[in-house]
C-alpha cells in the first residue's frame, strides 16, 4: 500500500483525494481510506478504476516484486510524459509566455 500511496500523492500532492476521485470517479472517503495511517486496499473495480487513469506506472508502483516488463512500461510512459512536458515547455518559450 506504500507504494501505491506514494504514487498517488506524488502525482496530486495538494488535495490527493479529491483529485483522484475527480479523475477516477472512486468516492473522496474510500480514497482517503487508502492514503491513512492504516490504509485499506482497493478493491479490484477501483483498481480497474485507477488503471483506467493512470496505466502501467501505477501498478509498477503499487506491486511489491514489480515484474521487468511491467517496470518497463512504467518508464516508457514516464519518459513520454516528459517528453510531452517538455514540449509544451519549448511552445511557451518559443511563442512566450502569457497568462
Known amino acids: 500500500m506504500q507504494g501505491l500511496r506514494r504514487f498517488l500523492t506524488d502525482r496530486h500532492p495538494l488535495k490527493t483525494a479529491e483529485c483522484v476521485s ?13 492514503l491513512s495511517a492504516n490504509p ?6 477501483n483498481m480497474v478504476r485507477l488503471y483506467i487513469v493512470y496505466r502501467a506506472p501505477l501498478l509498477a508502483a503499487a506491486l511489491v516484486n514489480c515484474p521487468d516488463w511491467l517496470n518497463d512500461e512504467a518508464v516508457a510512459a514516464k ?16 511563442m512566450g509566455w502569457r497568462e
Open 22 to 34: 475527480g479523475q477516477t470517479g472512486v468516492p473522496v472517503k474510500t480514497v482517503e481510506r487508502w
Open 40 to 45: 485499506s486496499e482497493p478493491s479490484g473495480i
Open 79 to 94: 519518459n513520454a510524459e516528459l517528453d510531452r512536458r517538455m514540449e509544451d515547455l519549448k511552445a511557451q518559450k518559443i
